[in-house]
T-cell receptor
Framework: GDSVTQMEGPVTLSEEAFLTINCTYT??????LFWYVQYPGEGLQLLLK?????DKGSNKGFEATYRKETTSFHLEKGSVQVSDSAVYFC???????????FGKGTKLSVKP | GAGVSQSPRYKVAKRGQDVALRCDPI?????LFWYQQALGQGPEFLTY????????KSGLPSDRFFAERPEGSVSTLKIQRTQQEDSAVYLC????????????????FGEGSRLTVL
């Protein structure tokens, strides 16, 4: 069935380091792809999205490109901040009603 | 309201008790989803409503789980005869789009209800 696989955490980086969180998805249909973020004590919120191949989603310095040939949607940021510490979830649309299918999440901790 | 509101935020139940979890979506949002998030895992789909109609309940793990949205706004997830494996965070999300997130719609999540079954 449809699924999303993302790199396991936790990931610990120093401030201003480069971030990559890998995400791959099952190539069934033509899904939209998302990154959601969950800050401590808060609900999940959309970080960025891409709806078709080669689209690049971007927000708050984060980027991810929809790569159909590698079925990937890796999250990147050139210079992380302490405030980026959170759990990041990759997701794709799936199912008859277009509900979201999530990866297991990757916890990011950024140290000053 | 300003966002999706869920209550209670925390619930401790003894095994065998019934629990009810409430979700108040963003006003005017047509679609409503329930997800279950076990510790260290991503959210897993439980059920989906479009207005008051429950269009997909394929993710409900057993017949002990029941969800309703009688007036197309507030929704309640009920778990009967709770078991320890029901311990999880239950997330509610809403979307203004009538087709969920099939297109480019965004889901707005509540903070979740953390259920612990002893």
């Amino acid at each position: 069935g449809d699924s999303v696989t993302q790199m396991e955490g936790p990931v610990t980086l120093s401030e201003e380091a480069f971030l990559t969180i890998n995400c791959t998805y099952t190539a069934t249909g033509y899904p939209s792809l998302f990154w959601y973020v969950q800050y401590p004590g808060e609900g999940l919120q959309l970080l960025l999205k891409a709806t078709k191949a080669d689209d690049k989603g971007s927000n708050k310095g984060f980027e991810a490109t929809y790569r159909k040939e590698t079925t990937s949607f890796h999250l990147e940021k050139g210079s992380v901040q302490v405030s980026d510490s959170a759990v990041y979830f990759c997701a794709r649309t799936g199912g008859s009603q277009g509900n979201l299918i999530f990866g297991k999440g990757t916890k990011l901790s950024v140290k000053p | 309201g300003a966002g999706v509101s869920q209550s209670p935020r925390y619930k401790v139940a003894k095994r065998g008790q019934d629990v009810a979890l409430r979700c108040d979506p963003i006003s005017g949002h047509v679609s409503l989803f329930w997800y279950q998030q076990a510790l260290g895992q991503g959210p897993e789909f439980l059920t989906y409503f479009q207005n008051e109609a429950q269009l997909d309940k394929s993710g409900l793990p057993s017949d002990r789980f029941f969800a309703e949205r009688p007036e197309g706004s507030v929704s309640t997830l009920k778990i009967q005869r709770t078991q320890q494996e029901d311990s999880a965070v239950y997330l509610c999300a809403s979307s203004k789009r009538s087709t969920g997130v099939v297109d480019t719609g965004e889901l707005f999540f509540g903070e979740g209800s953390r259920l612990t079954v002893l």
